[in-house]
């Protein structure tokens, strides 16, 4: 009686699509990115590394240790829970062939604790899935916000037009004259506080 058991949560960020806004702001301490990224017609356009967002931003880090460890739990709930449920049926099983069981009933009886078990376990399985996609949808919102925020106030000085994110293939080839990733990465480190507990963080 193996059980499909998966719990996964989405670490890519939906592509960045963002608007540059043109208000004056107080200037960053951070080192001007690298070159004047203008496109034809005077467009000014930058990416950043998607990847290299979600590996070094602290807020990412911190929350997909939190993700993992809560997804690892729910697994290894299941799968304990799980190896009950199969060892109930092999001893029902074996029972049954042996004429363990004193009367029919009995054996109805601990058939249905056996289903009711498995059903049981069906619906935690639901529940833990729900629970950590409930979770991962509360990361991704708040890391959207962050960098939207961010970049809002970042954009007042650099003036971009377009900012979009580099994640795999998706760009074929972008100059690297328009990547702005270490200043979003140092940018966002700088704002962030920690709203983990201690014991979560990573040490």
């Known amino acids: 009686m193996k059980r499909n058991i998966r719990f996964c949560f989405p ?14 702001s107080p200037k960053m301490d951070d080192k001007p990115v690298q070159g ?3 496109a034809t017609d005077g467009m000014r356009i930058a990416y950043v590394e998607v990847d290299s967002l979600m590996s070094q931003y602290e807020f990412c880090k911190e929350y997909m240790a939190v993700l993992q460890k809560k ?5 290894n709930t ?10 109930a049926a092999a001893n029902f099983q074996q029972k049954l062939q042996n004429n363990g069981f004193t009367s029919r009933e009995q054996a109805e009886s601990v058939q249905a604790a056996i289903q009711r ?9 639901s529940r833990l899935g729900a ?7 509360k990361y991704n919102n708040a890391l959207r916000d962050s960098l939207q925020n961010f970049l809002k106030d970042y954009n007042k000085t650099k ?10 293939d998706n760009i074929l080839f972008a100059d690297k004259k328009f990547d702005i990733t270490n200043d979003v990465i140092n940018g966002l480190n700088k704002r962030y506080k920690s709203t983990l507990k201690d014991g979560a963080k990573k040490k």
């Open 117 to 125: 078990q498995d059903q049981d376990l069906q619906e935690l399985q």
């Open 71 to 75: 997804s690892n739990n729910a697994r």
């Open 11 to 24: 670490l890519a960020m939906a592509a960045l699509l963002l608007s540059s806004c043109n208000n004056s």
């Open 159 to 168: 003036k971009y037009d377009l900012i979009i994110s580099k994640a795999g």
């Open 78 to 87: 299941i799968t304990q829970k799980g190896k009950q449920l199969q060892a």
């Open 36 to 38: 004047s990224a203008t």
């Open 131 to 137: 629970e950590l996609d409930a979770e991962t949808a």
